[in-house]
């Protein structure tokens, strides 16, 4: 029966093992363009702009920033003038910052995505729709 306890004592310390080696997670963007992932804070100025807290399960997250692009694009959905399209815009770019794909897109990627947002506005049915599609495209490479 005490053998039988402390097989019970091994076993449950196993199991919990992981949940206190588990550590912060960062992903920095070296000089190269190379993502790295590391256990310590990215260093130097450049590098320090690229810093991104990685969930040890994986899972990308948000930062202030892009809790507050959220509610910007949430409450941007409730205006009056909105389209349809550019309400499923905002509901992909939401989709696109809450499992970081937003934080992977280049700076051409990013201007080609304001300037999709732009014809989004646009009073042309047919150009708004070409828009949504040529951002569903843009967030699915």
């Not at 039988?4 to 997670?25: D, H, T, W, Y």
């Not at 363009?33 to 256990?39: A, E, H, M, R, T």
């Not at 009073?123 to 569903?136: G, I, Q, T």
């Amino acid at each position: 029966m005490k053998n039988r306890r402390i097989v019970e004592l091994m076993v449950a310390g196993a199991l919990l093992s992981p949940v206190f080696a588990s550590a912060q997670l960062f992903k920095c963007q070296a000089p190269d363009g190379k993502v790295v992932f590391s256990d310590t804070r990215c260093e130097g100025p450049a590098a320090a702009a690229k810093v991104e807290k990685v969930d040890p399960s994986g899972r990308h997250q948000l930062t202030d920033a892009d809790k507050a692009r959220i509610r910007e694009l949430e409450v941007g959905q409730l205006g009056a003038k909105v389209t349809d399209e550019q309400k499923t815009a905002a509901s992909l770019e939401i989709s696109s910052i809450r499992i970081g794909q937003e934080t992977r897109l280049t700076p051409e990627q990013r201007k080609r995505r304001e300037a999709i947002n732009a014809e989004l506005a646009g009073p042309d049915p047919k150009k708004r729709k070409d828009a949504l599609n040529a951002l569903r495209t843009l967030y699915s490479q």
